[in-house]
């Protein structure tokens, strides 16, 4: 039976709801695998369907999440693999943005709890490594002398500052602060390349290009100047 049909939401969904209530009314180490069940009116063994521990109903699907930023960047070429590194930080963010108040509950929740910290700082080390890869082998491919660090210490700070850029934003939104996520990241993620794609040689030039959901009238314009100062 549908879910239009039955007014209610799919398992999954209503044990997230139970646990968050129940971590939000008892706290979180006081709650047990029972009871959100009990609270969902679901059995065990549907709990278990969905998720290995009452942890795993906190956290997004960090795999499946991972698994779309290595299909991003595969796409990708020499030539376009910062602007698929911006991409797949979009597309981090837009899950969040996508689940709204459960993140922000998240938030609050990871913020009380020291273990559940930890697990995200875990996480977060994950997409850091992922991207640091990528990164590498680019960098790799496109080594010049001039750069000044070795490109394997040049790969982990972009790649830490690639997530730090993420971070941030994604903070900003989840205390209420960005009205537009979207358009912060990836300004942010423009000072990130900036970063690291300005060799300052005679006759190097770096072109990136972002999407974005502003006019074409509106963008113009900031294009023109940044060519005219890049020239000056």
Known sequence: MSRAATGRPPARGR???AAFALFDERGYEQTTVDDITERAGLGRTTFFRYYRSKEDVIFPDHD???DQIRERLATSSH???LVAVSDAVRLVLLHYLDEGDLARRR???TSRVPALRDREIASVARYQRLFREFIAAWMGQAHSPDLGEPAPLRAELMAAAV???HNHVLRRWLRGESPDPVREVDAAMRQVIDLFTLSGGDGDTTIVAFRTRRDISAVLP???RLVADATE
């Open 64 to 66: 499946a999440l991972l």
């Open 107 to 109: 938030y609050a929740l």
């Open 15 to 17: 044990l997230a709801e």
């Open 79 to 81: 030539g376009t693999a």
């Open 163 to 165: 997530v730090a850029a």
């Open 222 to 224: 900031e294009l023109r």
